[in-house]
């Protein structure tokens, strides 16, 4: 699976999610809102990304009716999120250019491996540090928040096997 950017503005920022040659969905991220509307050909979706706590330094993941649906944390050394009361981990991998690798267990079996090289343009690809924090940039927040929605979707878990081939 990819990120491939169709539009950034100072407003807003538009990706669309592919698996091959195939539209899964897309993405439209504004900054200055914090939300993220996710667009599927089943379902539409939209997130508020915040940050919470005494320091503001809990991101929260907020559904449409203001109910907190996931967080992002950090355990053992590991990065998690949890959606909808599910706890994944996830680690950036610049080996073969940046991907972000969901998983549950081990990151020798990931449930979903995604390519970020593409998401700002060719040219300028995502550049993060497998100990980089990931909560401190939202536009990256809101690509795994979709794509950890895409997981409980009941069209994508029929497709299981077909959306956890890495590319």
């Given amino acids: ?3 491939k950017t169709t539009l950034t503005t100072a407003r807003k920022k538009v990706y669309e999610l592919w698996n091959k040659d195939k539209y899964v ?3 439209t991220y504004n900054p200055t809102a914090g939300t993220a509307r996710i667009e599927s050909s089943d379902e539409k979706r939209l997130f508020i990304i915040r940050k919470e706590g005494i320091l ?3 991101t929260v993941l907020i559904n449409e009716y203001g109910f907190q649906v996931g967080k992002l944390g950090n355990e053992n050394k590991e990065n998690f999120i949890e959606f909808d009361g599910e ?3 996830y680690t950036i991998n610049n080996n073969d250019g940046p991907k972000l690798v969901i998983y549950k267990e081990s990151q020798d079996k990931p449930l979903l491996v995604c390519d970020l090289s593409a998401v700002p343009g060719n040219s300028n690809p995502i550049t993060l540090k497998p100990d980089e924090a990931i909560a401190k940039t939202n536009d990256v927040v809101s690509l795994l928040a979709s794509l950890c929605w895409l997981m409980f979707q009941p069209f994508a878990k029929t497709k299981a096997a ?4 890495t590319q």
């Fill in 162 to 165: 077909e959306l956890t081939i």
């Fill in 25 to 27: 969905l897309s993405l």
């Fill in 56 to 58: 503001k330094n809990k």
């Fill in 1 to 3: 699976m990819r990120w």
């Fill in 87 to 89: 706890r994944f981990f």
